[in-house]
Every structure is written in C-alpha cells, then in structure tokens.
C-alpha cells in the first residue's frame, strides 16, 4: 500500500516497503512555470533529510530540491535530461526525480499527509 | 471595428491604418527595422576586404598538417561588413536610448566626459607592458581613484584588480578564506550565511571556494530576519554575505547590530556593494563595520555596463583582511611611483594575482573622471536623486499596483503580481507589453522572495517628464490588464518588435549554440527546425 506525504518546499514522496519515489508537487511545477533542465542525484548518493540534492531550473528561477528523509539514492529519473517538460505534464507521475531507500522510516512522521499539504497551500494564497 | 483610413491615395500596396504588421514586404524588412541575417549566411566565399600579398613561394613545414577543407569564413567586402554590425547595433536596446528600468543592476546614463578624458593619448594608448618609468601618470590616476573608493566606503585598504562584480566577491572571500586559514579556522569554518533574497553571485561564490551557503530567511518586513540570523551564527560560519540596500530596495535598518553578533561569532562581514549607487556619499560602509566590499565601477560610478564595456570590481577591505589582498598594488616610493609584487614587505598570505596587468584601466579612468566631476555633493546628490526616482515611480503607482513592502523605498521600487490576480495576465505578459510601449522591461521573477516580482531602478539619471510617461505606461497597462478581457492581448505581447513573443523554453531546452552550415541551409528558419 503506497503512502504519499508532502514537504513544506512542495516535494512529494510516495512510499511502497522501504523505498520512496520523489517529485515536486502541482503547486511547485505551476509556481515554477516551463521547466527546462533539471539534475537529478545520482544512484548511490547517500543524503539526509533536508538535504539539497536535486535542482530543477525553469525559465523564471533555479531552485533546490531537497530529501523529504534521509537515505540512499537507488534510481534516478535519466529521462528528465531530455524531456524536462515532464516536470510540468506530470509532476507526480513521469516527471518524478528520484528515488531513495529510506534510511528511518520514522522520518516520515513529520510530513504532512494529502490534506494537510492541500491546507498549507491554500494559506499561501 | 475602428474604421480603417486609406492613407495610400489608392495605390496597391500601400499599408492603411489598421493593417500595421498584417502585409509583407519584398525584403522582409519594415521601413527602417532591418531583417538582418547571420555573417555567416551573407556573401561570397573568397570575397575579401583586403587585398592580401600572395604568399611567397617556400617549403611547407606542416608535417601534414595542412587544412583539407575550406576555412568556411565568410566573404564580405568591408562595407558590408560595416552595415552588418551597424546594424545589428540598432537592434540593441540600450542605455543611450531610453529609460532602462533593471532593478538592482543600476543601468546609468554613462557621462560624455569620462569618455573625453579615457581618449586621451597619454591614457587611452598606453600598453600595460610598457616601462613603469612610462607610466607614473597612470598609476597616480589608479592610486587617485583607490583613495576615492576607501574614502567613499570608509574602508583602509582596497584592491584594485579584481574584473568585474562576481569576480571582487571572489576576491574578497578568498581574502576572508586566507584570513580564517591564517587562524586555523579554515578547517571548521564552513558555512556562510546569504539571505534567501541574495543576488545569485553571492551563494554562487561562496560555493565556489568550498563553503556551504545557508539561507537566512527575511522578515515581513523585507529585511533580514535578525534573530534567524543570530540563531544561524555559530562556531561554524565562516561569513555572512548582505547586500545593503538589500536586492528588495530595502535598507537593512539592523545592520550595526548584524555586523556586531557577527564578528561576535568569529565570523566575517561580506557586503555586496552592488546597491552601493543608493548610498554613496551619504552613508560609509566602514561605519556599519563591514569587513569587506566589491564596488561595481560600471553600476555606481557610471562606466559603461553589459555589452557596452568591461566590468571592474575594486574591493575595499578591513584592516583585519589587509594583509590578504591580491597583487598588485600600487606604491609611492619618494617621488616615483611603482607597481608592487613582491609581498616583501607584506605580513600574511597574499592571494598572489587574480588578473593579468593592473585592472580595467580604461573603467578606473572613468570611474575616477565621474568622481572628480561630480565632487562629494554631486556624490551625494547622486544617491538622494536615485532614491527620489525609485520613490516618486512607487508613489506614482502604489495605487494601481502592489508593492511588495509598506513603506519608502531607497534606489528601487518593488512590486509583487497580486495586482494582476485573476486578470489571466502574468508578470511575463506585463513586461512583454511594456515592449510594446518602447520601455526595456523591469527585471521580474526576482528577488525570489516575491511572487511574480517586478523590480524597478529608474536611477539619477531619468528625468522627471521621462519618468512620468514612463508611469504613464505602466497605470494604462494596469488599466487595461484590470478590464479582465484583455489576456489574450497581454499573452501576444510583443506586438510591435522585429519580433513577437520568443519561445524561452525551447530556447532554454533545445538551444542552438553554434551556427553550422548543415544545420541552416539558405531559405530555412534555424527557430522552426528547432521545434522539428
């Protein structure tokens, strides 16, 4: 049963055994506009929760993403390099980033569930 | 319909009112707006400009070197070569032409004098390798203007050389890297703090030379985030990098007291001089105990910007980061002066060159010519007329549209995109449109810290009447987005440019970097066959 959680810099992790997959969110890809490079991690990078390990660059701003947990990169998304448009076509699915074996699970406890992210979003105006 | 009026006395072909930009011409030119294509896809091959000598007649010693194939350089006559670039040069938009509206890229009018006087002979024929007994008048004028810059910022010590904006905060926290090395503090000193609305360069830099940035958030009120800040700072950070005014246009009122919990944490000040324009004359870096500051020449001090002439990015240093300056520096020993190299004489760890020569002579020559002529009350009025501009273009269009902030501002006004809500126009379409008005648009999308920002730096040099056409703009492209009905005109904005709205994101993701002769064959639109 895969679990989704969100970040309060708009990343999403679905979560299926002890791997999450990562991407930006709706909100982020419409607030970034035409996404046109983004960087992905390369498998085997260990990061911690936080962490800046992603850039996504659209034609207003280059922005960092950061690791919603900490863990392991196990696959990263080589499509991006040439069609970056997923990123605006379809955040949550082919235009995800990364994905990372979790090194604590518990880690996810302080992301905010679907509601809650729609909440927050909704107070940014 | 608006009735069209037949301006052509009948003849065919004529363009009637009404019909702007709806005909073609024989030439694909309009009136005087030139289509002009690449060099490259101009003349004949082997058509020259010159007549060059045959070469003589001797042994080949190429060891099979020799080129097979063409050259492949174009085959123009020197008049053609001529009307090419002239004419490119009247596609440039640029500060001789009008209001030039970059926020927190101070773009001034460059005075006529300056140019006067880096034409003369004993400055503008000089070659940086030519004896130094040749050359005492230069370096007096470089010493001259040195003394300007550390008097101007309240600071002991400068170093001339460094090339550009990016290139003095390279210098100037390689000078604060030395200096921690020097302590031993290298090592655990990692981290510099920038806040969030940084110019790009700041983080970029400090990434450069190993450190890792930390962003210190901004408060409602614009500025930093004081007590973030003081939280940030520990036995870690090895600097803060600010920029003051900040790149809202906002004074950062808490400056003293940032500078004090800084160097209360070991650590060292960095300010970003690049707004320096808003308070030259009126307020001295040194006094808000600054370590270190690079003085943009080509924005506060007038020399030419952009594509108009080189940087230069003097940085004035603290007496505690003195000792870290680069080479060279310039010396009076009696009555003669030279150029110093040899650190002889120098405690600490100079950082050796950062450039070839002494610095952009021709910049210093410009830069010390605007402060000779305008004098320390021309100096100040620069920074007071500046900050006036910025606020009479906020105060003319408060009401129309959404500052980010409450309050005056200091050299540039700042509005957010929440005056265009639910209007279906974006910052991009707005500032598209200003095209069509004749105005280069505003920066936009930064600082970042604002949603849809749209950053304007009128500076000193924009009149009054100018200013208010200007304003006059903006409030009628306000009026016109407010209709609601009028996107779809916004979204095809530029309508009247030698070209209409860019495709910027296939120029960012496919771009064409290299003109080849297999990729344009004659007749073919290189933009098109991108999108292919």
Redesign the interface.
């Known amino acids: 049963m895969a679990e989704t959680k969100y970040t309060e810099e708009h990343e999403w992790i679905r979560v299926e055994g002890d791997v999450g997959t990562i991407g930006i969110t709706q909100y982020a890809q419409e607030q970034l506009g035409?996404v046109?490079?983004v960087d992905v991690p390369a498998a085997g990078r260990k990061v911690a929760k936080g962490e800046a390990c992603a850039v996504v660059?659209s034609?207003?701003?280059a922005s960092d993403i950061y690791a919603p947990v900490g863990g392991e990169v196990v696959e990263s998304n080589a499509a991006l390099a040439d069609t970056?448009?997923d990123v605006n076509a379809e955040p949550t699915g082919k235009g995800w980033f990364f994905k990372l074996k979790l090194s604590d699970k518990g880690e996810l406890d302080g992301l905010m569930d679907e509601a809650a992210y729609e909440a927050f979003v909704k107070s940014l105006g | 319909m608006v009735q069209s009026i037949d301006r052509s006395q009948g003849r065919a072909g004529s363009v009637s009112a009404g019909s702007v930009n709806t005909y073609g011409t024989y030439t694909g030119n309009r009136a005087l707006q030139l289509e002009e294509p690449l060099i490259f896809e101009m003349g004949q091959a082997g058509r020259c400009g010159v007549d060059l000598p045959e070469p003589p007649k001797m042994k080949e010693r190429l060891n099979g070197l020799r080129r097979k194939g063409e050259v492949g350089l174009p085959g123009l006559s020197e008049p053609q070569v001529v009307q090419h670039y002239t004419r490119l040069s009247q596609k440039n938009y640029a500060i001789d032409m009008g209001v030039y509206p970059l926020g927190s890229c101070t773009m001034k009018h460059n005075p006529r004098i300056n140019e006067k006087v880096a034409r003369l002979a004993g400055i503008g024929d000089l070659h940086p390798l030519q004896p130094v007994s040749t050359v005492q008048g230069a370096l007096e004028l470089i010493d001259s203007l040195a003394h300007w810059l550390k008097t101007l910022t309240g600071m002991p010590a400068v170093a001339m050389s460094p090339a550009a904006g990016a290139h003095g905060e390279m210098c100037g926290m390689m000078a604060i890297a030395a200096a921690l090395e020097a302590k031993g503090e290298r090592a655990k000193r990692k981290t510099v703090l920038a806040p969030e609305s940084a110019h790009g360069t700041n983080p970029a830099t400090a990434a450069a030379l190993g450190f890792v940035v930390k962003p210190i958030p901004a408060n409602a009120r614009g500025r930093v985030d004081l007590a973030a800040l003081k939280a940030a700072l520990g036995p870690d950070v090895a600097a803060i990098m600010l920029t003051n005014p900040n790149t809202c246009g906002l004074f950062e009122s808490e400056i003293v007291e940032i500078s004090k919990a800084v160097h209360e944490a070991g650590a060292y000040f960095y300010c970003d001089g690049a707004n320096f324009n808003a308070i030259v004359g009126r307020v001295r870096p040194g006094d808000l105990g600054i370590d270190c500051m690079h003085i943009n020449l080509h924005k506060t001090f007038s020399t030419p910007h952009g594509g108009g002439g080189p940087g230069a990015g003097p940085v004035v240093l603290s007496a505690a980061l003195a000792p870290y300056a680069p080479y060279p520096w310039i010396v009076k020993d009696g009555d003669k002066w030279r150029v110093a190299e040899d650190g002889a004489k120098v405690d600490g760890m100079p950082l050796g060159r950062l450039k070839a020569f002494h610095g952009q002579m021709g910049m210093f020559t410009r830069a010390l010519a605007y402060i000779m002529s305008h004098g320390a009350d021309g100096l100040r009025q620069v920074a007071e007329d500046a900050v006036l501009n910025a606020n009479y273009v906020m105060a003319a269009l408060k009401d129309v549209m959404s500052p980010a902030f409450e309050g005056p501002c200091m050299h540039e006004a700042l509005f957010d995109d929440s005056f265009l809500k639910d209007t279906g126009v974006s910052t991009l379409d707005f500032a598209k449109a200003m095209i069509d008005e004749g105005y280069h648009p505003m920066t936009m999308y930064f600082p970042l810290v604002v949603h849809g920002a749209m950053l304007i730096e009128p500076t000193e040099t924009v009149a009054k009447e100018d200013l208010d056409q200007f304003i006059g703009a903006l409030r009628s492209l306000t009026a016109k987005a407010k209709t609601g009905t009028a996107a779809d005109d916004f979204k095809a904005a530029p309508l009247y440019a030698p070209r209409r709205r860019l495709d910027e994101t296939l120029a960012a993701r496919k771009p064409i970097l290299r003109w080849k002769p297999s990729n344009n064959p004659p007749g073919t639109d290189p933009l098109k066959q991108a999108a292919e």
Do not use: L, S
Request: zero cysteines.
């Open positions: 035409d046109v490079f660059e034609v207003k701003a970056p448009g």
